[in-house]
């Protein structure tokens, strides 16, 4: 029997979601769609070999491990973040930065526990909703730049992650309604951490208009998609 090796990544917003499919024939991309057709979409009714799924939640702070304690996850989340009524926090580990992320997913809609529940791996079992800081966390070891600028905008929010080296230097979100806006918070947290982006890669994982690209061209060495 031949072995199915293909992964699904899906990143879900108070919109929509979009999806990125990876085999070993090559890489398939979606538009960011609508929550209406996540059952008429046929790529969102198979099982893959490995399922990721990551929410558009600010509701996140990150944790030295030596100083997490499970049963203080909310409270240290409340010290960050206004959480809305009943939100439910959990949190978890990122031993590259010897760090725990506490989360709450809890941002107006249930579209991610959907998609958890359509799209499964090929054994059955289902994927856990993680935060888009995750994500973009998990994505610094595959980049090979020195200074690496890790962003998302959606829904009226910035994600920025910044490393140097193998030294996390930032991780945050910001509100940003317009793109203009969450330019404004990329530079600025550039130009306070004493970084250059005229020798700089910024790389996004949302999708950015070709006005937009250009636009972040006028500044950085380069713009990639990932």
């Given at each position: 029997m031949t072995e199915i090796n293909d992964r699904i990544s899906i990143q879900v917003g108070l919109s929509g979601y979009s999806f990125r499919i990876t085999s070993p024939a090559g890489t398939e991309s979606s538009q960011w769609l609508g929550a209406e057709s996540i059952f008429t979409v046929p790529q969102m009714q198979r099982r893959y070999s490995d399922v990721h799924i990551t929410v558009f939640t600010p509701y996140c702070t990150l944790v030295p491990e030596n100083f997490f304690m499970a049963e203080n996850a909310?409270?240290?989340?409340?010290?960050?973040?206004?959480?809305?009524?009943?939100?439910?926090v959990d949190h978890v580990r990122i031993?590259?930065?010897n760090a725990v992320m506490v989360f709450s997913t809890s941002v107006g809609g249930t579209?991610?526990?959907v998609?958890?529940?359509?799209?499964?791996r090929m054994d059955g079992s289902k994927a856990r909703p993680l935060p888009e800081l995750y994500a973009m966390l998990k994505s610094?070891?595959?980049l090979q730049d020195y200074n690496r600028i890790v962003a998302s905008h959606m829904d009226g929010v910035l994600y920025l992650v910044i490393a140097q080296g193998k030294t996390l230097l930032l991780c945050n979100t910001y509100p940003a309604q317009d793109f203009t806006t969450a330019e404004y918070f990329i530079f600025l947290a550039m130009k306070q951490l004493q970084l250059n982006p005229e020798m700089s890669t910024i790389f996004f994982r949302t999708s950015l208009t070709e006005?937009?690209?250009?636009?972040?061209?006028?500044y950085f060495k380069s713009v990639d998609k990932i």
């Open positions: 909310r409270a240290v989340l409340e010290d960050v973040v206004e959480l809305p009524e009943g939100a439910v031993p590259e930065q579209l991610h526990k998609v958890s529940e359509s799209v499964m610094l070891d595959s006005e937009q690209e250009m636009s972040l061209y006028r």
